[in-house]
């Protein structure tokens, strides 16, 4: 099977049929495999215990942006290539990102309080977040005010790319101004700063993360392939219902003609 | 063998707690929302509203 194949719905739907318990099953696996790996993790030196909580708020703040990042592609999709499932993709996700970017910003915020010695601080990180987590809900209000998804589609997706420009402001943000935030540790020049007993839980993690967002978004774009289904065949019966009222109402108009012409 | 989570253990388990609610919710979402359309699409079938195709709505291929 192609991508063009993908192209179909009906193609779309059979694979996520076949995919889906599959990919269920894997994210259980990993994620159950990294709790563990978290659980059995050091205490930092200078944190303590409350390093456990960069195991669950990492792999959501890269999700935050990575799901954006779909969101985009799948954006170019729509407006450049036409592809039909372009716009669900991104309408699927949209939901999901804004689920991960909140657990971002409550798990930041929970680390923050012990650490920092407040929940929130309106630096260049954390606003940028936020504003990311608006753009998220924005983009959401945005699909269910169109009711037409093929018009609401090329609006959201201008709407995505235009905020886009956002994801290199959160990941840059640590750079560029003095934030709270600490600095990159993981993805930086010179490879990663933390000590491996972090480090692999921390991958194992996120890419659990990542399987849970492949497979949600699957099965979210199934939903809304079905959705749209079940538009189609309602339009399809509303006017099958106004053709027939119609013909009644004509022949009734017929035969009272006819009455009156014989009177 | 026990796991110390030390004197902000609230906020560690709160963490974990509150990413553990919002990815159940997630899925009931989607699980709920899956049920509902193909409930409707069984319903307009059952209906006789077919797709242009010809196919019931409820096939795959």
Request: charged share 15%.
């Amino acid at each position: 099977m192609t991508l063009i194949d993908l192209a179909n719905p009906t193609r779309f739907l059979a694979l996520t049929t076949r995919v889906l318990p599959w990919l269920a099953a894997a994210t259980v696996i990993l994620l159950a495999i990294g709790l563990y790996q978290s659980a059995l993790a050091p205490d930092d030196y200078l944190q303590g215990a409350t390093v456990k909580i960069m195991f669950i708020h990492v792999p959501n703040a890269w999700l935050s942006m990575f799901v954006w990042g779909v969101m985009s592609i799948a954006s170019l999709g729509t407006l450049v290539w036409r592809h039909p499932l372009a716009d669900v993709a991104a309408k699927a996700a949209a939901p999901i990102g804004a689920a991960f970017t909140f657990l971002a910003l409550l798990t930041g915020s929970l680390w923050g309080r012990p650490m920092w010695g407040t929940y929130w601080e309106w630096d260049a990180r954390l606003t940028s977040v936020l504003i990311l987590f608006l753009m998220y809900l924005g983009l959401m209000a945005l699909w269910r005010a169109v009711e037409d998804p093929s018009r609401a589609a090329r609006a959201a997706a201008v709407l995505t790319l235009v905020g886009a420009i956002n994801l290199p402001i959160i990941k840059f943000s640590v750079d560029w101004w003095n934030t709270l935030h600490q600095p990159a540790s993981v993805m930086r020049m010179g490879g990663s700063s933390l000590d491996k007993s972090f480090l692999i839980p921390l991958l194992v993690m996120a890419i659990a993360f990542t399987l849970l967002f492949v497979t949600l978004h699957l099965a979210a774009m199934r939903n809304e392939i079905l959705r749209r289904r079940v538009r189609s065949l309602q339009m399809m019966q509303a006017s099958r219902i106004a053709f027939s009222s119609e013909m009644g109402a004509g022949s009734r108009h017929d035969n009272a003609s006819k009455e009156i012409g014989a009177a | 063998m026990t796991m110390s989570l030390g004197p902000y253990a609230s906020f560690i388990v709160t963490s974990y707690a509150a990413a553990a609610l919002v990815v159940a919710i997630l899925i009931g979402w989607i699980v709920l929302d899956y049920r509902s359309q193909t409930r409707r699409l069984r319903e307009l079938d059952r209906s006789g509203i077919t797709r242009r195709s010809g196919r019931s709505a409820m096939d795959r291929p």
